[in-house]
C-alpha cells in the first residue's frame, strides 16, 4: 500500500459507492495472491461477481423474468 492508494481510498469513500460495489471492484483488480484473500472472505460476493460476469449483461436468470431484454 502507498500514499497514493490511501488518497484514493478516502476519494472513493467521499463519492459513497456502496460497499458489495467497491468490494466487487476490488475483486476485478485484485491480484492472485488479493483476490485469493478476498474470495475466502466473501465467497457469496466472489460468487456473485462470477455469474454476473457470465450472464448477459449481468442479469442473473432469476432477474430476467418480468423483464423485456433486448
Known sequence: MSLYDYKLSKKIWAEDHPFYAV????????????????KAAFPETFAELRA????????LPEEAEGLCVG
Open 52 to 59: 454476473r460476469y457470465e450472464a448477459p449483461g449481468g442479469i
Open 23 to 38: 468490494l466487487m471492484a476490488a475483486m476485478r483488480g485484485a491480484d492472485n495472491d488479493n483476490i485469493a484473500k478476498l
